[in-house]
């Protein structure tokens, strides 16, 4: 199976600041088919990406998402206080779907 | 808008059972595969099953092949998980998910339910 690496493990960082999160494959993910989801304490994960790069229904354009291959990276360009959570990319490209560790947003 | 309620969740002994439900509206779900993904406390997300929109294919994670069994009731628009011979690994949060593509299936989610606690301890 696709073992993921996100990176780093905890990010500090300030409102108004931007925000690059990594995700790493073990091997190529076929097709971009990686999302990222948020998930804040004590609620279920939201989609914000699926494909490398397309947002989800009502996703702020403020986070994006690139990448191909074995790499990855969300971007969230200005952050606001509700963005303080973990995330979490998921690849799809190959059975089973597989989970990175997550990197927890923090404040600063 | 989509809605997804698990229930069922609590306290079993290891070798127990317990049966999850998932309750859903606000979506066609004859035509959307569904999944159950957990997350054991303070860990990070496991998917565990896969079930299509009829109900012909499904798929497991190999940890819980021959004890789970996932099925789906179109006509009620509720999905369910059989947990049969449960471990104190199974211990989590377990979440149904739907998938994010209609027909065919994508295996990202894009809507979860708020989930529901699976202890098993003795």
């Known amino acids: 199976e696709i073992v993921l690496t996100q990176s780093p493990g905890t990010l500090s960082l300030s409102p108004g600041e931007r925000a690059t999160l990594s995700c790493r494959a073990s091997?190529?993910?076929?097709?971009?088919?990686l999302a990222w989801y948020q998930q804040k304490p004590g609620q279920a994960p939201r989609l914000l990406i699926y494909?490398?790069?397309s947002r989800a229904t009502g996703i702020p354009d403020r986070f994006s998402g690139v990448g191909s291959g074995t790499d990855f990276t969300l971007t969230i360009s200005r952050l606001e206080p509700e963005d303080f959570a973990v995330y979490y990319c998921?690849?799809?490209?190959?059975?089973?779907?597989?989970f990175g560790q997550g990197t927890k947003l923090e404040i600063k | 808008q989509v809605q997804l309620v698990e229930s069922g969740g609590g306290v079993v002994q290891p070798g127990g059972s317990l049966r999850l439900s998932c309750a859903t509206s606000?979506?066609?779900?004859?035509?959307?595969?569904m999944h159950w993904v957990r997350q054991a406390p303070g860990k990070g997300l496991e998917w565990v099953a896969f079930?299509?929109?009829?109900?012909?294919?499904?798929y497991y994670t190999d940890s819980v092949k021959g004890r789970f069994t996932i099925s789906r009731d179109n006509s009620k628009n509720t999905l369910y998980l059989q947990m049969n011979s449960l471990r104190a690994e199974d211990t989590a949060v377990y979440y149904c998910?739907?998938?994010?593509?209609?027909?065919?299936?994508?295996?990202?989610?894009?809507?979860w339910g708020q989930g529901t606690l699976v202890t098993v301890s003795s």
């Open positions: 494909g490398a790069s």
């Open positions: 998910a739907k998938d994010g593509t209609s027909g065919n299936w994508a295996y990202y989610f894009d809507h």
């Open positions: 998921q690849q799809y490209g190959s059975s089973p779907p597989t």
């Open positions: 079930i299509r929109y009829d109900g012909s294919i499904i």
């Open positions: 091997q190529s993910v076929s097709s971009s088919y």
């Open positions: 606000g979506f066609t779900f004859s035509t959307y595969g």
